[in-house]
């Protein structure tokens, strides 16, 4: 089995900064992308960054020049630095991995459970 966890989230003023955290853990092979979505109360899960295990990033425009994703790959961990928050930045954020659990075995897909961010006005 594989387990990703979150961590880091919490409450901060508008502006400020906090920096999330995914680590996969459990009968793992290698791991190709990883990657952060966020899901506001009411809305849709929306992508906010992914990164390859040869670490090429891309960003929807919303987390442009404010977040950065980045890894570590002997950890097995996504960071996700987030900078200038907003209020509307406010959801859960969910850790992404296609992991594969043997040589011979296809990627599949894992979610975390989740960090909830709240930015204050």
């Known amino acids: 089995q594989v387990q990703l966890v979150e961590s880091g989230g919490g409450l901060v003023q508008a502006g400020g900064s906090l920096r999330l955290s995914c680590a996969a853990s459990?009968?793992?092979?290698?791991?190709?992308?990883m990657a952060w979505y966020r899901q506001a109360p009411g809305k849709e899960r929306e992508l906010v960054a992914t990164?390859?295990?040869?670490?090429?990033?891309n960003y929807a425009d919303s987390a442009k020049g404010r977040f950065t994703i980045s890894r570590d790959n002997a950890k097995n961990t996504v960071y996700l630095q987030m900078n200038s928050l907003k209020p509307e930045d406010t959801a859960v954020y969910l850790c992404?991995?296609?992991?594969?659990?043997?040589?011979?075995?296809?990627?599949?897909?894992?979610w975390g459970k989740g960090a909830l961010v709240t930015v204050s006005s």
């Open positions: 459990g009968s793992i092979f290698s791991i190709n992308a």
């Open positions: 990164i390859t295990n040869g670490g090429i990033t």
């Open positions: 992404y991995a296609e992991v594969k659990r043997a040589y011979f075995s296809p990627y599949m897909e894992y």
